[in-house]
């Protein structure tokens, strides 16, 4: 089945600085990587997805990058605010034939100070 | 409701009892997951359904869980004989089963074996 590890498990930042975070995967046919927030004590929420048609993808200060040949996608935060402090959970899916199981990497617990 | 929905959302049971816990998907989202989330852990992969089947039921620790999934909607995960490792939040997510589709969660069930 599909393994998805994520790093680093945690990351502190000064407000403004960029933050990066990185997944691997291990089913070749995975293709649909979704990056979530979970705010303490919240249920977790997509803030970026890419699919494997696609080599990046950008929505304002967030950024995803999928590297299919290596197996790795990563999540870019640029101007680091400290409502960004969140755990960060990626996650690959392999959306073919009729198995749509979600395999969430362990997270990453991102602190951005003032 | 709009959202996926859970209940109860606190459940505090004694060590050896049985807990149902249910999830309300969003309507039409035919994939459906559930997830363990342990005190500031990662998100732990339970079951998923496709409709009414489970493909895949790798996740589920032992032969005191179970889960099922009635007309394609509500479903409910059965935990026999709580042991306090059992404790945690227990997280429901579903999705339209299409390719390439966002998961969303539900607020969760937090149980605690006392």
């Known amino acids: 089945g599909e393994n998805v590890e994520q790093h680093p498990s945690t990351l502190s930042v000064q407000e403004g600085d960029s933050a990066v975070i990185k997944c691997t995967y291990s089913?070749?046919?995975?293709?649909?990587f979704p990056w979530y927030k979970q705010e303490l004590g919240k249920r977790p929420q997509l803030i970026i997805d890419i699919r494997s048609n696609v080599g990046e993808k950008k929505d304002q200060r967030i950024a995803v990058t999928l590297n299919k040949t290596a197996k790795h996608f990563s999540l870019h935060i640029t101007e680091t605010q400290p409502e960004d402090s969140a755990v960060y959970f990626c996650?690959?899916?392999?959306?073919?034939?009729?198995?749509?199981?979600?395999?969430f990497g362990k997270g990453t617990l991102l602190t951005v100070n003032p | 409701g709009a959202g996926v929905s859970q209940s109860p959302s606190n459940k505090v049971t004694e060590k050896g009892k049985d807990v149902e816990l249910r999830c309300d998907p969003i309507s039409g989202h035919t994939a459906l997951y559930w997830y363990r989330q342990s005190l500031g852990q990662g998100l732990e992969f339970l079951i998923y359904?496709?409709?009414?089947?489970?493909?895949?039921k790798s996740g589920l620790p032992s032969d005191r869980f179970s889960a099922e999934r009635t007309g394609g909607s509500v479903s409910t995960l059965t935990i026999q004989r709580t042991q306090q490792e059992d404790s945690a939040v227990y997280l429901c997510a579903s999705s339209r089963a299409t390719r390439s589709t966002e998961a969303f969660f539900g607020q969760g069930t937090r149980l605690t074996v006392v």
């Open positions: 359904f496709q409709g009414n089947s489970a493909p895949d």
């Open positions: 996650a690959a899916r392999n959306s073919g034939g009729s198995n749509y199981k979600l395999t």
């Open positions: 089913d070749s046919a995975s293709n649909y």
